[in-house]
C-alpha cells in the first residue's frame, strides 16, 4: 500500500497571510522615538493620538524597551503578542486595524505597477509617499483598536501600548508588514505587480512609436560653409505632463512629499508653457502661489500629509495654518480673485454695490449692513469683488471670523441663495 505524500512528511503549506516574529530587540532613533521610519512612526501617532492616557503610553514604552513583549504574529486586520506584566503570567494583547477593501487594492496596485520607480521601492522595503496618499495604507487616529487580557480598561493598556511600539519596529524592518496587516501578503502582491507591470511593457512594446525625423551627420559637416539642410520639425507636446521621479527619505534632504509636489507642479507649468506659450503661475507671489499649491492638494487639511503640507507653507511665508486655510477656501471659491477679495477690502464706484441692498430687501433680506465692498449680518456676509462677482462668507454669531462659503454670483441675491443652501 502506498502511503500518500502528505503522511510521508511533506512540507506544509506557506501561508503568505500568517507571519510570525521573534522578540523584536528595541531600538530608538536618534530623535529618541521607536520607529526609524515615516511609516512607522505614523504608526505610532495613530496610537499615541487616540491614547487617552500619556502615563499608560510611557509605561508601555517602557515595557517595549525592556523587551516585555515576546513574539509577534501579524494577519489580516490583527497584531498579537503576549506581553509580560507585573503578575507571572503574560497577557495575550492584540491590536486590530480594518483591512482594506478590493477597490482600494486595485488603486495600490495600478499606481504602483504604473511606475517601475515605485516598484523598485517596494523591493527596496520603502514605501513612496504617493502610494500611501492613493491608498491610506497608514492608520489614523481611531483606526487602531487596542485589546488585551490585563484587568486594566485603559485605552490603551499599557501591554497594548507596548505591543503597537514593538510592532512599528517591524514596519520599520519590512512595510509588507504593514500590508499584511492591511490585508494582502508578501507573495500575493509582488505576484500581483509582477503580472501588471508585464502587461503594461508588452502594451507599451506594441504601441507604434512615433517617428523621428531625422538629418544625416555627413550632410551637415558638407554643408559647413553652405546653407545646410532643413531641420526637422518640432515634435508635437506629450498629451500630459511627465511623472517626476520618487524622492527617497533622506533625514539631511527636505519633505520627498514637498520634493513630489513640487516636481509635478513644475512639470505642469513646464507642458502649459510648451502648448500655450504662458506660464500660468509667473505673475503670482509667493504668498498667492502657496494658496494656490495648497488649494491643489486633496483634501481640506485633514489628513495627515494634507497638515504637514499646510503647516510647511504657512511657515516659509510666516502665516499660520489657519490663515492659510482660509486663503485656500478663498482661493477654491474663485481663483486669485477669491483670494483677493478675501484679503484686500475697497470702496466700489457707485452702481451695483448700490444697488444689492434694495435687492437683497426686496427678497426678504433686510439686515445687511453696508461697509466698503461689504455687507453683512451677524452670521453671513457678502462682498463684491473687483470682478462684479459677489461672494458669500459666514461666520459664527457674535464673531469676526469670515470664511468663504458658497459660489460667486453676479447676483447678490443668487450669491446668498448659494451660500444658505451650504
Known amino acids: 500500500m502506498t502511503t500518500p505524500r502528505s503522511a510521508r512528511g511533506a512540507a506544509p503549506r506557506h501561508d503568505d497571510r500568517r507571519r510570525s516574529f521573534p522578540q523584536v530587540a528595541p531600538r530608538e532613533a536618534p530623535d529618541g522615538r521607536f520607529a526609524a521610519t515615516w511609516w512607522g512612526n505614523a504608526w505610532v501617532d495613530a496610537l499615541e493620538d487616540t491614547a487617552l492616557d ?13 523587551g516585555h513583549v515576546d513574539a509577534i504574529t501579524v494577519t489580516p486586520g490583527r497584531v498579537v503578542a503576549y506581553v509580560h506584566g507585573s503578575r507571572p503570567r503574560p497577557y495575550r494583547t492584540e491590536i486590530r486595524m480594518r483591512t482594506l477593501g478590493d477597490d482600494g487594492w486595485e488603486r495600490f496596485l495600478d499606481e504602483a505597477a504604473a511606475r517601475p520607480d515605485h516598484i523598485a521601492a517596494l523591493l527596496d522595503k520603502d514605501v513612496p509617499h504617493a502610494l500611501e496618499a492613493v491608498t491610506g495604507l497608514l492608520p489614523a487616529a481611531g483606526d487602531l483598536v487596542p485589546d488585551c487580557s490585563c484587568p486594566d480598561d485603559g485605552y490603551p493598556c499599557k ?26 501578503g508578501e507573495q500575493e502582491l509582488l505576484a500581483e505587480l509582477t503580472r501588471r507591470n508585464a502587461a503594461l511593457s508588452a502594451a507599451e512594446t506594441t504601441a507604434a512609436a512615433p517617428a523621428m525625423p531625422t538629418v544625416p551627420a555627413r550632410a551637415v559637416l558638407d554643408a559647413a560653409d553652405r546653407a545646410g539642410p532643413a531641420l526637422p520639425a518640432p515634435l508635437p507636446p506629450p498629451d500630459r505632463p511627465g511623472r ?32 500655450t506659450g504662458q506660464d500660468p503661475v509667473a505673475a503670482l507671489s ?16 485633514l489628513t495627515a500629509s494634507t497638515r504637514a503640507l499646510y503647516r ?6 510666516d502665516r499660520t495654518p489657519t490663515d492659510l486655510a482660509r486663503a485656500v477656501a478663498g482661493w477654491r471659491q474663485g481663483g486669485a480673485a477669491g483670494l483677493a477679495v478675501l484679503e484686500e477690502p475697497w470702496d466700489p464706484p457707485a452702481g451695483p454695490f448700490d444697488r444689492a441692498r ?59 441663495t448659494d451660500l444658505l443652501g451650504h
Not at 514593538?166 to 492591511?182: H, K, T
Not at 539631511?252 to 512639470?267: I, V
Not at 454669531?397 to 447676483?411: I, S, V, Y
Request: aromatic content about 10%; some cysteine.
Open 54 to 66: 500619556p502615563a499608560r503610553l510611557a509605561r508601555g514604552k517602557a515595557y517595549a524597551g525592556r
Open 159 to 184: 501591554h497594548a501600548a507596548a505591543l503597537c511600539y514593538q510592532a512599528a519596529r517591524l514596519l520599520d524592518e519590512d512595510p509588507f508588514v504593514l500590508f499584511l496587516m492591511r490585508g494582502r
Open 244 to 275: 517626476p521621479a520618487v524622492f527617497p527619505p533622506d533625514p539631511d534632504a527636505p519633505d520627498p512629499l514637498a520634493l513630489d509636489l513640487l516636481a509635478s507642479e513644475a512639470a505642469v507649468r513646464a507642458h502649459a508653457f510648451l502648448t
Open 286 to 301: 509667493p504668498w498667492q502661489d502657496a494658496v494656490r499649491l495648497a488649494a491643489a492638494h486633496p483634501g481640506s487639511g
Open 312 to 317: 510647511d507653507l504657512a511657515y516659509a511665508l
Open 358 to 416: 434694495p435687492a437683497l430687501i426686496a427678497a426678504d433680506f433686510p439686515a445687511f449692513r453696508p461697509w466698503r465692498n461689504r455687507l453683512s449680518t451677524e452670521s453671513l456676509q457678502l462682498r463684491l469683488g473687483r470682478d462684479g462677482l459677489w461672494y458669500g462668507y459666514e461666520s459664527d454669531a457674535g464673531r469676526e471670523d469670515w470664511w468663504p462659503r458658497g459660489a460667486p454670483d453676479l447676483d447678490p441675491v443668487g450669491a446668498l
